[in-house]
């Protein structure tokens, strides 16, 4: 059962039970002020009058023992009904000059059969209650003569006026209640929603935050693993250190070509110093950035390649005839000058 639903089972078990309680009060009032009643008038009335507060009680408290058990509610409803029809029937066949005061009460029992939230139930208890208020309206006659005692009789009255009001002031006291408690469960629910959506509104916001940060120390780390430093006006230095392979060829060559177009760069130098080990991809990606720095209108020295360098480049037979070397940054530095002086 969802929340909802057993929300408002629990409101339909209070309705019930306030009801229940009230009648179950005003009926133990009733037999009390009878019994001290009748210890100054001795009457058949008054033991009819007890009999059927009596029975009143019995069927308020088995409701209120459905309900205290947990049974299901329309075993409640059906207790409190039967209870309400005996006594009308009870009143009509001993007290027929409460006939028509008594036949309201049969709309208590049409009104908590809509409670179980069954159209037949609510439709069943209808024509139940009809057909027991169509004798009773039928046989009632005028009376002249009463054989209850005045006292008694407005007694009676006003008592049965009474625990009508109780039952429908009752009923729409816990009607309006369970609205009020929907409204406010509404509204915390609004605002859980509200909080839930702010939390995460915050989290994304942490998360953007997070992965900004993230981003700036990829950028940091790339910078760091390949940089690529201005040693003079419009010379660059890439110092490479490492296994080079191609992921880190082709972030060299797009840092390279950004630079050189970014700083107008004559002469870029890449220094290989720390470079252990060369294959045949690295080279020639070495070879395609040298071609594509060229396209942009500068000239590349390939520095400090070692002798375990140079056997292998000699055994993969790559050369790089269209790239001037140097054993060290410093002599690719004289170099790019002396270039740069003869324009060659």
């Known amino acids: 059962m969802g929340t909802s639903q057993t929300f408002l089972e629990q409101t339909h078990r209070r309705i019930v039970w306030s009801i229940a309680l009230g009648t179950l009060i005003i009926s133990v009032a009733a037999f009390v002020i009878t019994l001290l009643a009748s210890l100054f008038s001795q009457s058949v009335f008054t033991v009819v009058i007890l009999t059927i507060t009596l029975i009143t009680g019995i069927g308020c408290a088995i409701t209120l023992l459905v309900l205290a058990r947990q049974q299901p509610l329309w075993q409640a409803i059906v207790s409190f009904g039967t209870m309400i029809i005996a006594c009308e029937v009870a009143i009509a066949i001993w007290l027929p000059e409460l006939r028509l005061a008594t036949i309201p009460f049969l709309a208590v029992v049409i009104l908590l059969a809509g409670l179980q939230g069954q159209r037949s139930f609510s439709i069943g208890a209808t024509v139940l209650c009809v ?25 009676l009255e006003t008592s049965s006026i009474v625990a009508l009001f109780v039952a429908i002031w009752a009923f729409l006291d816990r009607t309006m209640a369970a609205q009020m408690q929907a409204l406010q469960l509404a509204d915390r629910r609004a605002d859980e929603a509200e909080s839930a959506r702010q939390a995460t509104e915050v989290a994304r916001r942490e998360i953007e935050q997070r992965a900004l940060e993230q981003q700036r120390l990829l950028e940091l780390i790339d910078v760091l693993e390949l940089p690529v430093l201005t040693i003079e006006d419009k010379v660059l230095l890439a110092p490479l250190v490492g296994h080079l392979d191609s992921r880190r060829t082709e972030a060299l060559r797009r840092r390279l070509l950004e630079m050189v177009a970014s700083r107008r760069a004559h002469t870029v130098i890449i220094d290989v110093t720390g470079i252990s080990f060369i294959d045949t991809a690295v080279a020639k990606a070495l070879i395609d950035t040298a071609t594509a720095i060229r396209l942009l209108g500068a000239r590349t020295i390939v520095s400090g390649i070692g002798p375990s360098v140079a056997q292998t480049l000699v055994h993969l037979n790559v050369g790089l005839a269209e790239i001037a070397t140097a054993p060290n940054p410093e002599a690719a530095l004289r170099l790019a000058h002396a270039v740069a002086v003869n324009g060659v």
């Open 131 to 155: 057909l027991v208020a169509i004798p009773l309206i039928v046989l009632n006659r005028s009376i002249t003569d009463t054989r209850i005692a005045p006292y008694l009789l407005m007694f």
